[in-house]
Every structure is written in structure tokens, then in C-alpha cells.
């Protein structure tokens, strides 16, 4: 059975040590997907517990943060173990992550530093993302690369 035909033999194929940058985009993907369930859990609990202006707004923003968090999660895990598939939901994670920083950097509140934080970690994060070394490492080939 050729590795076409079974998933599995590209991932076997990828020896070695995991590239540091694969490395490090996965525990950037990773830091996302827990800040947007801490941030979820805390918009959750305050509008469970506190007393907030709308409480369905603040328990409904908190469930959907926890269920975003999935994304850039598994596609850290996926990251971890080499998975050509991981890379589309990391890239997608930092292209969401962008607009939210920049409205965060247009804001009048704490939230500026936050914002530039986040923009730092998902430019870094394409960079790393779409690097050949991870590319390769991923065993994602180029346009003209297919197996004849």
C-alpha cells in the first residue's frame, strides 16, 4: 500500500527531530487556544456569578470563546504530531487573530498592549507557519510536487 493510499505513511515518512519553528508555532496556536478559554471561562463565571448588563450576551460570548478555542487547539496537537492538515486551521486562527488586534490597538483602554501582543504572536505565528522548514517538516509539498 503506497502512502497515497494510506494517510498514516506521510506522517511515518516525517523523521527526525521536529523542526523548532514547527515547535514553536504549535505552542503559539497552543497559548492562543488557552488565552481564548480563560478569557471564555471568565466571561462565562462573571455572567453566571456577577451581575452584569445583559447576562445572556456575557454567558452566550463566554460558551462561543471556549468553542473557538478548539481551533487553534487541535491544530497545535496536529502541529505536534506533524499533521499536513493542522497548518490550514493554524494559518486561519492567526488570520482571525489579526482584526482583533487591530481593533484592540484602536481602542482607549487596556486593551491596547493586548492588542499588540496579540498581533505580534499571530504575525509570528504566519511567518513560522509558512516557512519551508515547516512546510517540509508537515510534508505539504509545493504546487508540481504531487507524487507521479
Known sequence: MSSEQNPTAEAAEATGPRPGRLTAAAALAALEGLALVVGGAWMLVGGLTGHPDDRTSAV???VTL?????????????LLARRGWSRGPAVITQLMALPVAYNMLHSDSVAIPMGIALAVV??????????PETTQALGIRGPGGARK
Open 122 to 131: 499571530a504575525v509570528t505565528s504566519l511567518v513560522l507557519l509558512v516557512n
Open 66 to 78: 471556549i468553542v473557538l478555542a478548539l481551533l487553534p487547539l487541535l491544530a497545535a496537537r496536529g
Open 60 to 62: 452566550t460570548g463566554g
